[in-house]
């Protein structure tokens, strides 16, 4: 039974240059979240989804980040124009929870994109 | 503003002896705690979870408990293992899908 599914593992790109991360939700969850991992700030949600609608993005640091959940099966997060600072691990992960929110629902994570930004 | 703070970036214990985490949180509103484990390359992944109606928790090797009142949670692991040794996020939630994680605690449990 496949995870959550997550690629490219690794992404090096210089700034300035368009970042496209994807994430493929376990089958059946209707609950996705992107996270961001530094460690400063440990795990941060960027945006959260539920039956593909964005409900919460209130975590997405500014306009240069976008994401986007076209089907159940597929999600991006894209940073346009990418900066040195945007270097981190992004993290998908899906659940089975409400709209509303039950914070019981286990959120299942991805194994992460690392993104150097140079 | 962390509102869920983790203040010991590592911790090593010996095999078999007890391994203590600690997590506080300054968020009153916070019901639902969680603990999650993260190898590396890997994502993390769920451990164990605690409302904020009980103080205990208990599975297997694990225990979390809370104390509401010093806004406080630890995670215990009896007896510690070489497996066990991994980056470890408390996170805490309002009743809600957001979960609000601290900045991990790596273990490495010596053999």
């Known amino acids: 039974d496949a995870g959550v599914i997550q690629s490219p593992r690794h992404e090096v790109t210089e700034m300035g240059q368009e970042v496209t991360l994807r994430c493929k939700p376990i089958?059946?969850?209707?609950?996705l979240f992107w996270y961001r991992q530094t460690m400063m700030r440990g795990l941060e949600l960027l945006i959260y989804?539920?039956?593909?609608?964005?409900?919460?993005d209130s975590g997405m640091p500014e306009d240069r980040f976008s994401a986007k959940m076209p089907n159940a099966s597929f999600s991006t997060l894209k940073i346009q124009p990418s900066e040195p600072r945007d270097s981190a691990v992004y993290f998908c992960?899906?659940?089975?929870?409400?709209?509303?929110?039950?914070?019981?629902?286990?959120?299942?994570f991805g194994p992460g994109t690392r993104l150097t930004v140079t | 503003d962390q509102q869920v703070k983790q203040n010991s970036p590592s911790l090593s214990v010996q095999e078999g002896r007890i391994s203590i985490l600690n997590c506080d949180y300054t968020?009153?509103?916070?019901?639902?705690f969680l603990w999650y484990k993260k190898y590396p390359a890997e994502g993390p992944t769920f451990l164990i979870s605690?409302?904020?109606?009980?103080d205990k928790n208990e599975d297997g090797r694990f225990t979390v408990f809370l104390n509401k009142s010093a806004k406080h949670l630890s995670l215990h692991i009896v007896p510690s293992q070489p497996g066990d040794s991994a980056v470890y996020f408390c996170?805490?939630?309002?009743?809600?899908?957001?979960?609000?994680f601290g900045t991990g605690t790596r273990l490495k449990v010596l053999a």
């Open positions: 992960a899906s659940s089975s929870g409400t709209s509303g929110g039950d914070s019981s629902y286990e959120q299942y």
């Open positions: 089958s059946g969850h209707n609950s």
């Open positions: 989804f539920n039956n593909n609608v964005p409900i919460d």
């Open positions: 968020n009153s509103m916070f019901d639902y």
């Open positions: 605690i409302s904020s109606i009980k």
């Open positions: 996170a805490a939630s309002a009743g809600t899908y957001k979960y609000i």
